[in-house]
């Protein structure tokens, strides 16, 4: 059974860099889509992007100049890094890994998920 | 892209069935079958339940079924059980290679 944990600090300073990683067990990386989902307290879930087959990756336009995803396939991670942060980035993050044969659009199995907070 | 619209709030009572609607547009939710439902409970990750506008995930109790009529899809939970009180959020596709999701309905087991 596959499962996803996140990791990184919980606190970050307006205008850093957010970095995230996700540790994957019982399945390879280098298959499948495996995408970044935030959701700010009390708010419905926002996709961030993917990545799949280790390099090939795709972006929301919303956040498309902010979010880069990449993949360490030694390790069997991926991770996330969000520059620019503002208060608006405050979000329990998720990653997330498709459900079968869905190319992405589907997300089948999640993390435990990570609240980080942006604030200085 | 805006968010998918949901109602805020549902409710019904044990044994009941319950509707939950989602309303997006002509580059969403009417162009492509690639709706998927998410349980959430307080404090947990959302849980797929429903994929492709009527696909149940294996494991999925046959009481949550989906459907879809233009640009509105829904979710509709019959027999309705205390368990089933969650946050429940719909998510399409739409196109370009973007996701976007709702804004979550509260269902209240009355």
């Known amino acids: 059974q596959v499962q996803l944990h996140e990791s990184g600090p919980g606190l970050v300073k307006p205008s850093e860099t957010l970095s995230l990683t996700c540790t994957v067990s019982?399945?390879?990386?280098?298959?499948?889509?495996w995408s970044w989902v935030r959701q700010p307290p009390g708010k419905g879930p926002e996709w961030l992007g993917y990545?799949?087959?280790?390099?090939?990756?795709n972006y929301n336009p919303s956040l498309k100049s902010r979010v880069t995803i990449s993949v360490d396939t030694s390790k069997n991670q991926f991770s996330l890094k969000l520059t620019s942060v503002t208060a608006a980035d405050t979000a329990v993050y998720y990653c997330?890994?498709?459900?079968?044969?869905?190319?992405?659009?589907?997300?089948?199995?999640w993390g435990q998920g990570t609240l980080v907070a942006v604030s200085s | 892209q805006s968010a998918l619209t949901q109602p805020p709030s549902a409710s019904g009572s044990p044994g009941q069935s319950v509707t939950i609607s989602c309303t997006g547009t002509?580059?969403?939710?009417?162009?492509?079958?690639?709706v998927s439902w998410y349980q959430q409970h307080p404090g947990k990750a959302p849980k797929l339940i429903i994929y492709?506008?009527?696909r149940r995930r294996p494991g999925v109790p046959d009481r949550f079924s989906g459907s879809k009529s233009g640009y509105t899809a829904s979710l509709t939970v019959s027999g309705l059980q205390a368990e089933d009180e969650a946050d429940y959020y719909c998510?399409?596709?739409?196109?370009?290679?973007?996701?976007?999701f709702g804004g979550g309905t509260r269902l209240t087991v009355l």
């Open positions: 998510c399409s596709y739409a196109g370009s290679n973007n996701v976007i």
């Open positions: 492709e506008v009527t």
């Open positions: 019982g399945g390879y990386i280098s298959t499948y889509y």
């Open positions: 990545i799949y087959s280790s390099v090939n990756t």
């Open positions: 002509s580059s969403d939710v009417g162009a492509y079958n690639s």
């Open positions: 997330t890994r498709d459900a079968e044969h869905t190319h992405g659009r589907v997300f089948g199995y």
